[in-house]
């Protein structure tokens, strides 16, 4: 648990819309809205899931406007590599940054659960 959310890391892979399907119930795919919950997001991949490569996050473009599955617009805080090339984003290769991808590429993905208290 991370900043009172639970993350599901799959160990299979899928295209953007196929992974929202595949989330288990009452998650949804991880989107780490804030500054703060994409840093301790990333860094729990460093330290314990380092052998993959690229993970789907909720992040879509829109109107040339990139929006968490919350729908709370991007403000770029942190760079997104590719920019606005491609619809989806992932958190990619060694660094974990955000980049653009096609929604149709498969890569593993990260689900969340909103812990209640």
Do not use: H
Request: aromatic content about 14%; hydrophobic content about 30%.
């Amino acid at each position: 648990m991370l900043g009172g959310i639970c993350y599901f890391f799959s160990s299979e892979t899928a295209d953007q819309a196929t992974a929202k399907t595949k989330c288990p119930a009452t998650s949804s795919l991880a989107f780490p809205s804030s500054g703060g919950e994409l840093n301790s997001l990333v860094d729990y991949i460093k330290k314990n899931k380092a052998d993959v490569d690229n993970w789907y996050v909720d992040l879509t473009m829109t109107n040339k406007k990139w929006y968490w599955g919350d729908r709370v617009n991007y403000m770029g805080a942190i760079d997104i590599y590719g920019g606005d090339n491609e619809l989806c984003a992932r958190l990619r290769g060694t660094t974990y940054g955000l980049a653009d991808c096609p929604c149709s590429t498969d890569y593993n993905f990260i689900c969340q659960y909103t812990v209640q208290t």
